[in-house]
Every structure is written in structure tokens, then in C-alpha cells.
């Protein structure tokens, strides 16, 4: 069974940069759509972006392009998320989660995906 664990995530001041990871087991990373996605407190799932099997990139909110950025070592079976530049607004629990194995990625909303992981926490302050 595929299963996922996030880490990396902490508190950061403004204009800091993280590297959040998504470790993968049970499959190849690469055989699966895996993306990012935030909650913020009182407020919906949001997308970030998506690294399809073939490493083509996905992205999904505008507040991040040129920020943040998705990629995957495939001999570390480990998916990044690359912060930087980073603003309060940032601030949330970061998931990565993988789509059925063979699929690509699609809705930003996180339907799509089956497995997620548990999340960890962005803390950006002013």
C-alpha cells in the first residue's frame, strides 16, 4: 500500500524559504500523480501544484508561481515542495497526497487523489 510522510515544515519569518518532502513507500513515486495541498485554519483546500508521473508540472494557485516550486528524486522515492519568498499568507498544513497509480494529475481541489499524508504545519510570521 502506498503511504506518504510529509516533513519540513516549521516557523519561518517572512521572505524565508522552507523544503517540505514527501517521502513515499510502498511504490515508485514515479508511477503516480503527487501533489501538494494547504489548509489554511477556516478555510477551503487549496492546490498547490502537481508532479505527474512523466515530471511534468502541474500548478494550481497563482498566489505561489514563481515561489514555490514541485520536484521529485526518484532514487529518494521523495517528492519536494520548494518555498520561497515566503508570506503569512503561506501559513497552513501542507499535504501531499497521490493520485491512482498510472494517473495524472487533474482537480486542484484534491478529489482526485487517493492516499494522502497527515500533513505538517507552515507557520510564516510577520
Known amino acids: 500500500q502506498l503511504q506518504l510522510v510529509e516533513s519540513g515544515g516549521g516557523l519561518v519569518q517572512s521572505g524565508g524559504s522552507l523544503r517540505l518532502s514527501c517521502t513515499v513507500s510502498g511504490f515508485a513515486a514515479d508511477y503516480f500523480a503527487i501533489g501538494w495541498f494547504r489548509q489554511a485554519p477556516g478555510k477551503e483546500r487549496e492546490g498547490v501544484q502537481c508532479?505527474?508521473?512523466?515530471?511534468?508540472?502541474?500548478s494550481y494557485a497563482d498566489s505561489v508561481k514563481g515561489r514555490f516550486t514541485v520536484s521529485r528524486d526518484n532514487a529518494k522515492n521523495t517528492v519536494y515542495l520548494q518555498m520561497t519568498s515566503l508570506k503569512p499568507e503561506d501559513t497552513a498544513t501542507y499535504y501531499c497526497a497521490a493520485g491512482p497509480r498510472g494517473s495524472y494529475c487533474s482537480e486542484g481541489n484534491g478529489f482526485a487523489m487517493h492516499y494522502w499524508g497527515a500533513g505538517t504545519l507552515v507557520t510564516v510570521s510577520s
Open positions: 508532479i505527474n508521473p512523466d515530471a511534468t508540472i502541474t
